[in-house]
């Protein structure tokens, strides 16, 4: 590993203590290295607030030993006032002579400016550092962009026997297949991302509140596709613990081109099988995170079936969590 990867690394590290709390805007990781040692590290703040590089130049007082420093970052500096001004200009004010990036900002108002405003500065600037590792921690972000559209994950449980609910249940409420440690793993990915998703199937048979409740973080928006009007608004996804939006979208892409016109990064679809299959047949999905219970149903709703790259494999005391990356080269 070469030096350059080594602080771009540590970039991609601490910049996921944003995950989830940054959205729209991207968990930029940034650290700030002088005499070959780091003197300053940065990650995104909360939507609205500071980006990584201004809170890794904020956290040095002497500021003149940014003029002998390297500033590393996973993602390219904005270029452009938002919520708050042009990274870019404040590394060029302070002087910082070298800064190395993991990936270039797709982002139309970005896409490049940042660096040929740091180079104009007479600034050394390196790109595409550890550049596939960047890109991954910015799927989110780049997905939105390049694809107009959320990042999607898929999640479901399934039992032994390959069904994700019995034929039959006694009342409105889950069959759980899965275990809690594995059921808190999912609240914890509720807290990670913007949105989850569930069809009317699934409120009617589970009244699921849609929550982060075995975890700490904020709760996703709920979205609900509800295209003939039949649920309650006693129902508990229409509480008041989270915003909850109601779509009649038929169409994995309309749905799609809901969530993007509300500026919605990334969504969980944990509806029911044909919620799960709607997204699958029209291919918009980019992750599929697929739990096997020990239990056996024998007989009922069958699981979704689809074809994607296995990435990981973990056991979760007696459960199995596979996770997938749709690797369909015309995925949308």
């Not at 500021?63 to 993602?75: A, E, F, M, N, R």
Request: aromatic share 8%; hydrophobic share 40%; glycine share 6%.
């Amino acid at each position: 590993m070469t030096t350059h990867e080594h602080y771009i690394k540590r970039c991609i590290e601490i910049a996921k203590n944003g995950l989830g709390i940054t959205r729209p805007n991207p968990m930029v990781g940034a650290v700030i290295v002088y005499k070959g040692k780091i003197i300053s590290e940065g990650y995104t703040s909360a939507f609205g607030g500071n980006h990584a590089e201004v809170n890794a130049i904020n956290a040095i007082k002497d500021k003149s030993v940014l003029k002998k420093s390297t500033l590393y970052v996973t993602l390219e500096p904005c270029s452009h006032y938002g919520k708050t001004p042009p990274c870019s200009d404040l590394i060029v004010a302070n002087a910082i002579p070298n800064v190395v990036i993991g990936c270039i900002d797709d982002n139309p108002e970005v896409a490049g400016k940042g660096i040929k405003k740091l180079i104009a500065s007479g600034c050394k600037v390196t790109v595409g550092v550890l550049e596939a590792e960047c890109k991954a921690l910015h799927k989110r972000f780049f997905t939105f962009h390049n694809k107009q559209r959320p990042y999607i994950i898929l999640k479901w449980a399934e039992s032994n026997d390959g069904f994700i609910a019995p034929k039959t249940k006694e009342q409105q409420s889950p069959v759980w297949i899965t275990n809690m440690r594995s059921r808190q793993l999912v609240h914890k990915w509720r807290a990670e991302e913007q949105a989850i998703l569930v069809g009317t199937n699934t409120v009617l048979a589970d009244n699921p509140s849609l929550t982060v409740r075995d975890w700490t973080g904020e709760n996703p928006m709920r979205v609900v596709l509800d295209k003939n009007a039949m649920l309650s608004k006693t129902a508990a996804v229409f509480n008041n613990d989270a915003q909850t939006i109601v779509l009649t979208e038929t169409t994995a892409r309309s749905i799609c081109n809901a969530l993007y016109q509300k500026n919605i990064t990334s969504v969980i679809i944990e509806g029911g099988a044909k919620t799960l299959q709607l997204f699958i047949d029209e291919g918009f999905w980019d992750e599929a995170r697929v739990f096997s219970g020990s239990i056996e149903f024998k007989d009922g709703v069958k699981a979704p079936k689809f074809s994607g790259a296995l990435i990981s494999v973990e056991h979760l005391l007696n459960d199995t969590l596979r996770i997938y990356k749709n690797d369909f080269k015309g995925a949308t």
